[in-house]
């Protein structure tokens, strides 16, 4: 295997197959996993998986970032749904809900949850009258599962059972003994919700039993599964219900204004408190970083400037903050937090995007952490022209990218930025060997690959390209500042357990496999079919 690696970016959600549940499910994995050994493309990215708040479709707005949401479980795969009599014995209501899914073009996640909570529910159900009552094998799985994930999935199931109870009230407004975490409530409310609390256990018992299924599968097709880590949890999240005393629930975090936002973001996230956090020797994130480690071969870590620095604004008003507010305490800071989450093992990748401090990539350079080259924004900047700077140029320790989940794809893109930024584009080497050099190039099939083959060449070792810009589709994920039904619900065109059935998914396969032979990027024996 080379070193140097070329993969895809794409949401979980958006990987449907033929007899799903409307969104992408942890099965799918393994059918897109062949289609990306065909294609020679060797690592899959993620958004998050964490389970979302409720009412929520962004995987960035986390009750969990440790848990895998159960919208993701391929219910039809579970042998406690199958028994307990499928989709016949779904109510009416639930069965409606499943048929719009399927015709939808879309992911509908109202629908698919009503759905799978549903039939979730019969499983659970049979699961504890022909398997938990007896204590069968497959029991003692679950037993053993609950004790080995216990440090976290014992606030995460009770968290979802109270707030399930309270109708998903935030956890502020629970009375005080819950709130606060009192033994004695916790005790008795634990016993009071025991079946609900064993619920939510099986179900990311069943989650992580499909996921890792999945991984098993894509390691066999020699694709390494990349996760995506939130900077934080929400506030209404079992993580920061059972380490309050680790967050400023009176700030909340965001960014500062620049020249895309004049008055800066407010994310609505907590506050770390990060003196108390230090002290503890990053104990926490610690952790998270072993959980990221045991379901993923690497990491992307969001907003990596924050754990260097975090902007904050007080919830009641007043001066928004830095914290740390100096810069030698923010580089000590963030190394020693980001050491924290490479000492578990996995690959990270730091998000470094926006206007960050010079010190950010000198630190991540130090730390040998590869930050991010989005290459419509790698211009020089202070020379004529702002040219691109050639992403041949890109050092190793880099990953290349053509956008993100958050950036519109290369189709428009071309078809919205400047004559003068198209010449700058087509200036660089790749374009002239083909003669192409009017900026009025319309959007062809010739320029996307022309594009994908300026990614291809970059000198980073990592290269992860969003699957709307290997096929030219011009759909977006989504649209930052926003919140509309668009936003978290694109799906692919086809399913992914048919693209062999694909004339366009195989002729994308067979360019991609030899564009990544031709730049170094595939292994050295062609693919098999898996």
């Given at each position: 295997?080379s070193?140097?690696?070329?993969?895809?970016?794409?949401?979980?959600?958006?990987?449907?197959?033929?007899?799903?549940?409307?969104?992408?499910?942890?099965t799918?994995?393994?059918?897109?996993?062949g289609?990306?050994?065909?294609?020679?493309?060797t690592?899959?990215?993620?958004?998050?998986?964490g389970?979302?708040?409720?009412?929520?479709?962004?995987?960035?707005?986390?009750?969990?970032?440790?848990?895998?949401?159960p919208?993701?479980?391929?219910?039809?795969?579970?042998?406690?749904?199958?028994?307990?009599g499928?989709?016949?014995?779904l109510?009416?209501?639930?069965?409606?809900?499943?048929d719009?899914?399927?015709?939808?073009?879309?992911?509908?996640h109202?629908?698919?949850?009503?759905?799978?909570?549903?039939?979730?529910?019969?499983?659970?159900?049979?699961?504890?009258?022909?398997?938990?009552a007896?204590?069968?094998?497959?029991?003692?799985?679950?037993?053993?599962?609950?004790?080995?994930?216990?440090?976290?999935?014992?606030?995460?199931?009770?968290f979802?059972?109270?707030s399930?109870?309270r109708?998903?009230?935030?956890?502020?407004?629970?009375?005080?003994?819950?709130?606060?975490?009192?033994?004695?409530?916790?005790?008795?409310v634990?016993?009071?919700?025991a079946r609900?609390?064993?619920?939510?256990?099986?179900?990311?018992?069943?989650?992580?039993?499909?996921?890792?299924?999945?991984?098993?599968?894509?390691?066999?097709?020699?694709?390494?599964?990349?996760?995506?880590?939130p900077?934080v949890?929400?506030?209404?999240?079992?993580?920061?219900?059972?380490?309050?005393h680790?967050?400023?629930?009176?700030?909340?975090?965001?960014?500062?204004?620049?020249?895309?936002?004049?008055t800066?973001?407010?994310?609505?996230l907590?506050?770390?408190?990060?003196?108390v956090?230090?002290?503890?020797?990053?104990?926490?994130?610690?952790?998270?970083?072993?959980?990221?480690?045991?379901?993923?071969?690497?990491?992307?870590?969001?907003?990596?400037?924050?754990?260097?620095?975090?902007?904050?604004?007080p919830v009641?008003?007043g001066?928004?903050?830095?914290?740390?507010?100096?810069?030698?305490?923010?580089i000590?800071?963030?190394?020693?937090?980001?050491?924290?989450?490479?000492?578990?093992g996995?690959h990270?990748?730091?998000?470094d995007?926006?206007?960050?401090?010079?010190f950010?990539?000198?630190?991540?350079?130090?730390?040998?952490?590869?930050?991010?080259?989005?290459?419509?924004?790698?211009?020089d900047?202070?020379?004529a022209?702002?040219p691109?700077?050639?992403?041949?140029?890109?050092?190793?320790?880099?990953?290349?990218?053509?956008?993100?989940?958050?950036?519109?794809?290369?189709?428009?893109?071309?078809g919205?930025?400047?004559?003068?930024?198209?010449?700058a584009?087509?200036?660089?080497?790749?374009?002239?060997?083909?003669?192409?050099?009017?900026?009025?190039?319309?959007?062809t099939?010739?320029?996307?690959?022309?594009?994908?083959?300026?990614?291809?060449?970059?000198?980073?070792d990592?290269?992860f390209?969003?699957?709307?810009d290997?096929f030219?589709?011009?759909?977006?994920?989504n649209v930052?500042?926003?919140?509309t039904?668009?936003?978290w619900?694109?799906?692919?065109?086809?399913?992914?357990?048919?693209?062999?059935r694909i004339p366009?998914?195989n002729?994308?396969?067979?360019?991609?496999r030899?564009?990544?032979?031709?730049?170094?990027?595939?292994?050295?024996?062609?693919?098999?079919?898996?």
């Amino acid at each position: 295997m080379s070193r140097r690696h070329a993969g895809v970016n794409v949401p979980l959600f958006s990987l449907r197959s033929a007899d799903g549940w409307g969104i992408g499910e942890l099965t799918d994995l393994t059918p897109f996993a062949g289609w990306l050994q065909q294609a020679g493309l060797t690592r899959l990215m993620l958004l998050p998986l964490g389970t979302m708040s409720h009412g929520e479709t962004s995987p960035y707005s986390a009750a969990s970032t440790l848990a895998i949401d159960p919208i993701y479980i391929g219910v039809h795969r579970v042998q406690d749904f199958q028994r307990a009599g499928g989709i016949e014995a779904l109510s009416s209501i639930a069965r409606q809900a499943l048929d719009g899914v399927r015709r939808s073009a879309v992911v509908r996640h109202d629908l698919v949850r009503r759905a799978k909570g549903e039939a979730l529910g019969l499983a659970f159900k049979s699961f504890l009258e022909d398997e938990w009552a007896p204590r069968t094998a497959r029991a003692a799985q679950l037993a053993a599962y609950t004790s080995q994930q216990q440090w976290w999935l014992d606030d995460y199931a009770l968290f979802q059972a109270i707030s399930e109870s309270r109708s998903y009230a935030f956890w502020r407004e629970w009375p005080a003994p819950l709130r606060d975490r009192d033994e004695a409530a916790l005790a008795e409310v634990r016993g009071d919700l025991a079946r609900d609390v064993l619920r939510h256990q099986y179900y990311q018992w069943l989650a992580e039993t499909q996921w890792l299924e999945a991984r098993a599968q894509a390691r066999k097709a020699g694709v390494e599964l990349y996760g995506d880590l939130p900077f934080v949890a929400g506030t209404n999240s079992h993580e920061v219900w059972a380490r309050a005393h680790e967050f400023a629930l009176d700030v909340s975090v965001g960014v500062p204004p620049d020249a895309f936002s004049p008055t800066g973001q407010d994310w609505g996230l907590p506050m770390y408190r990060w003196d108390v956090i230090a002290a503890s020797d990053y104990a926490w994130l610690r952790l998270r970083g072993r959980r990221m480690a045991s379901l993923f071969d690497g990491l992307r870590v969001d907003h990596a400037i924050g754990v260097y620095r975090t902007y904050g604004r007080p919830v009641g008003g007043g001066e928004a903050f830095f914290s740390p507010a100096d810069e030698p305490r923010q580089i000590v800071q963030g190394q020693a937090v980001l050491r924290a989450l490479a000492d578990s093992g996995v690959h990270l990748i730091a998000e470094d995007l926006g206007l960050v401090p010079d010190f950010l990539r000198t630190s991540l350079a130090e730390l040998q952490v590869p930050g991010c080259k989005v290459i419509r924004w790698e211009r020089d900047w202070h020379a004529a022209g702002a040219p691109f700077i050639p992403p041949e140029h890109y050092i190793p320790r880099s990953a290349a990218m053509t956008g993100t989940h958050d950036t519109e794809p290369l189709a428009v893109w071309w078809g919205e930025c400047t004559p003068s930024d198209r010449a700058a584009m087509l200036a660089l080497p790749v374009f002239r060997e083909h003669d192409i050099t009017d900026p009025n190039h319309p959007w062809t099939p010739e320029l996307r690959d022309l594009l994908l083959e300026v990614a291809f060449r970059a000198g980073s070792d990592d290269l992860f390209v969003p699957i709307q810009d290997l096929f030219g589709w011009r759909d977006r994920i989504n649209v930052p500042g926003t919140v509309t039904a668009h936003n978290w619900s694109w799906a692919l065109p086809w399913p992914v357990d048919r693209l062999a059935r694909i004339p366009e998914a195989n002729e994308r396969a067979s360019f991609l496999r030899e564009l990544a032979a031709r730049t170094g990027r595939a292994p050295v024996q062609p693919p098999t079919a898996s």
